[in-house]
Every structure is written in C-alpha cells, then in structure tokens.
C-alpha cells in the first residue's frame, strides 16, 4: 500500500474532518442521498458497458458492479450512525463506486470522452486566452473566474449536468457561463479575492484541480496563466488515479504539452509550473492521504495560498476546513437538494476566498 501524507497546511491537523455534510445524523440527508447514488448507478453501469462495448463480458461485470453498489450503499444506510456501522458520508459513497468499478474491471469508463473533451478544449484554447487577453485587469479576474467556475459545470458525477449535456451536445464554455448564478452568488467573496490581487505576489499556489476538458483547459489553465504572469510558482494537483471524468496527473502533462502558450511552457521548462499526484483516486478530497511528494513540494516551496475547485473537493468535503495559509474555493452547486440546504437554488456559486 502506498504511503500517505497529511497536508502540511492544515491549520488543525488532528481536528480536520474533511466532510462536509454528517449523514449519520440526519436521516432526511441520508435517505436522500442514498436514493440518489442509487439512481447514478444505472449511469455508471451504462458507461462501464459503452467504455468495453467489444468486450462480451462487459455487460455482465457491469451487472455485478451494480448490485454489488447497491448492497454495499443499503448497509451503509442501515448501519451509519449505530456504534459499530461505517460512518455514511459523500466521499465514502463517491468512493465506493471507483473501487467497485475498478474490482470488476472498469479502471478508466470515461477515458475516451475525457480524450475527445481535451482534444476539442486544447482547440479553442488559444481563442479563449485572447478573450481575456483583451480585457483590463480587474474585468479579467473576474471573467477568470467565472471561466474556472463556468468550466467546472462538466461534472459527469452530477445528475443535473448530464441531463444538461445528453440533450445538447454542443453545450460548452459560453452556454455554462449563463447557467451558473449571477452576481451576488450563494458566497460571493470575488470582490475580496480581487481586492488581494492589488498586494504583492503569492510565493507558491497549490491547486487542487477537478474536471477533464473544458474544466481544466479552458477554466483552470487561464487562471494558472494569469498567477504565473504574477510570478506566483503554480504546483498543479490532479488524481493518481481515474475518477469519473476527473483528470490525471498524467493526462493533466499531456494537455500541457499540447497546449500553445509561451508563458506555460516557459514556466514548465523553468519548474516554475508543476504538475502532482495527489494520491487520490475519487472525486473528493482528503487532506489526510496525500502522496509524501506532494506534501514535501508545499513546505519546500513556500506554498502561501490553496485553490481548490469543484463540487467534490471544495464542497462535499473541504468547504469548511481552516489552513494556514490563504485559501481560495470555487464550486458550483450542481445538486437541488444541497444547493437548498445552503440555503440557496441549483448552479448557485461558492467563492470563497480565505486570508490568514
């Protein structure tokens, strides 16, 4: 078993929990989302199957994957929150599933769409750097942002986005940019985030990234851009592991090969700009198991701010963890019931920015 790491930057190494919602002690929670994950299933089987359609055995193992889901989410509904049961959680759930489909031979089901969505994203990124390009500074960062959270509606773990996605396949960029809430979102601290921006450079951003495709290329890559500008060293962390649609560390190296952009590629050759694996391989974040490269890379560099982006890893876990450094999580609500739990309506916006 590989070893892992707690992240050095947590303010409160012992007392991090890094759920959000406790399922064990509401039962509404709990019974809602288990139905939920129960109705995903038959979309992580039907992708398991298209991802080996010439495989004859697939369809069978996908059936195994299923049952072998479900029974492991009905045990833990009925045992969380008793002395001995497993505590029910989001993470533990998302997790569940990677391990199941990996145990019956699915380890990457959405490969060949995480392949097309960065090879159509990595077309018009040149396009999209133009964009901003054009505008002044403050307008810019506003628009980056935007983009990042815009880009993070490319979530295949969220029910609403492949409802969205299945009816209009040319749905992209600009569409999810007139989805997602308008200003004042659900938490809206931009106007801080910019207002930090105006004071000296940060030494080291750690980023914790999200989504294949449009998320990363077009939403997190100009925001990293525009960092570097700053002269702000960038530590990009992605999966160990296949997840959903979720990048890499090793696909996350591809797509910067490929895309054309000086200030990249300088600041790759320059090790100012560099890629990790987290260790991880679902689409949550554990601060408690990140792979010992990772961890040595944040103290030696001086890391002085963490973005974290998407639902997974800034909202079902991390949304209220403290570090000791600045901290910058972005996510769009893609689920009705949380989004009404946080007391706002489905694609509301979390921005929120940290200072120590």
Known sequence: MCEKTICPLLENPNGYNPDTLDLAKNPEARDYWHKCFVRLVDKFAQQAIASQENDPTAAD????????????????????????????TIRRMLELNDFLLRHYGFADPWLDQKVQENHASIAVFQTRLEELDALEHEAKWVELVKGLLAGNMFDYGAQAITEI????????????????????????????????????????????????????????????????????????????????????????????????????????NNNQLLVYATGQSTPCLDLRTLSPELCMAMKT????????????????????????????????????????????????????????
């Open 165 to 268: 996605l299945k009816n209009d396949k040319s749905f992209g960029l600009k569409d999810a940019l007139k989805q997602i809430q308008p200003r004042p979102w659900l938490v809206d601290q931009l106007d801080e985030w910019i207002e930090r921006l105006k004071g000296p450079p940060h030494k080291c951003a750690v980023i914790f990234v999200d989504n294949s495709g449009i998320d990363i290329v077009l939403g997190v890559l100009p925001f990293v851009r525009e960092l570097l500008i700053r002269r702000t060293k960038v530590l990009l962390c992605a999966n160990t592991e296949p997840s959903l649609n979720d990048v890499t560390s090793k696909e996350l190296e591809q797509i910067l090969d490929r895309c054309q952009c000086n200030i990249l590629q300088n600041a790759r």
């Open 61 to 88: 193992r996908a059936k195994e994957f299923k049952q072998a889901y479900i029974n492991k989410l009905n045990l833990l509904r009925e045992t969380s929150g008793s002395p001995n049961g497993e505590k029910m």
């Open 301 to 356: 560099n001086e890391t002085d701010l963490i973005v974290i982006e998407g639902m997974g890893r800034a909202l079902h876990t991390n949304l209220y963890a403290k570090f000791s450094c600045e901290t910058f999580k972005l996510a769009v609500v893609k689920n009705k019931w949380l989004a009404e739990h946080l007391g706002g309506e489905l694609f509301s916006v979390i921005c929120k920015y940290e200072s120590i």
